[in-house]
């Protein structure tokens, strides 16, 4: 019985065979030139060319980039605040207007927000996965958003998300020893509450 | 080899620049540039896409330079960040959309340009078209596995998996470019399991 490709790539990565495998191997010659044929391949892929140098240098468009990310994260930081007091005004005055009993489901009218400066990263962590659960508790959202909420949920979800990825990144070390994870887990719990208060306004649109 | 064993800088780059000195941040920029798009340009099927993506990779490495703690090398930290930014685009909906898109659109035709037609090399260029037909999970093993020296456990990893994973994707994209690139040389010997000699 021949080799297989996977045992032949084994084979070639020194990687443990079985020895009737490795027997086969060096007998027969359809098999030798296979295992020839996998190192020359990854030969041929090493030698690759790189990718063609472009016209544009790009540095100049990074910086632009950056700073803009600067701007919108400070602006964001800045508004993200006033988004949740302003989602809350508006889940009042709904409620106040149609006469609204606030459900006793646990994503209804979520309680406002306060991040403590001496807050752990465990107890920032907690309170964002809480936030997971009323959030993922939510109704789906509706087919046909309003732009008024669709458009800062969207951003705010692109907040969680460039958030989850920072986070993941310093995920392998142990999270004291990584400077800036426990202003991550602040920030994601901030975006995450207003994306909470956002969510909840969305769906009373929709139930009203 | 990967590009990226060529490329490290002095510490001292990486503390300037986590400081904000312009002319560190540039010349991270501007010895990892090469190596991010490369990579990103094999993990990706879209030169554009991988443009921006490489772009997207800097402007993540400059913004989180307090998270490199200098334990592993710099060079490996920058192919971290490319290698999960290129997952986190081929996961996307929107890229399996759009592949999906142009499956039907283009089924026979050849959209990208591949580097190699850039430096008119015939056997590169075979490669590298072969590379482009292989399914996104495939390529991304055998470009992380044979080129850049990941191993199957670190790439089940990366995918959500196990080692296994990453053991059977090598093993399907050796066959595929192999019937790619020798269409008449393939014989059935080797390829199944349970031929008989």
Known sequence: MHARIDELLSLRDGATVDARVRAHVDQCGDCAAALAGTKSLRERLRALPPAPALAADGWAELQGRLAVQAGRRRRLAQVAPFAAAASVAALALFATLRGFDAPSHPAAGPEPLVVLDDESVEELRARSQALDELLAAMPQRPAVARAGTSVPIETLEAEVQWLDHQLSLAGAEPDAAVPGTERLWRDRVEVMDSLVRLRYVEAQHVAL | ?197
Request: aromatic fraction near 6%; charge should be neutral.
């Open chain 2, 1 to 197: 080899m990967s590009a990226f064993l060529d490329s490290d800088l002095p510490h001292d780059t990486v503390s300037r620049a986590r400081t904000g000195a312009a002319d560190a941040q540039e010349a991270i920029y501007r010895a990892f540039r090469q190596p991010v798009r490369t990579l990103a340009r094999r993990l990706v099927p879209s030169a554009a896409q991988a443009e921006d993506l490489a772009q997207d990779v800097f402007i993540e490495v400059l913004q989180s330079l307090a998270r490199f703690d200098g334990r592993g090398s710099f060079a490996g930290w920058v192919r971290a960040i490319t290698v999960r930014k290129c997952l986190m685009h081929l996961r996307s909906p929107w890229h399996r959309g759009r592949r999906w898109v142009e499956a039907l659109a283009t089924a026979g035709v050849e959209t990208e340009l591949p580097e190699a037609a850039v430096a008119n090399d015939g056997e590169a260029l075979d490669l590298e078209r072969a590379l482009a037909k292989l399914g996104d999970t495939a390529r991304v093993v055998v470009w992380l596995h044979d080129v850049e020296g990941y191993t199957h456990a670190e790439i089940g990893s990366l995918l959500g998996g196990t080692a296994s994973l990453s053991k059977s994707q090598l093993a399907r994209a050796h066959a595929r470019l192999r019937e790619l690139l020798e269409p008449d040389g393939v014989k059935t010997a080797c390829m199944p399991a349970s031929t008989n000699c």
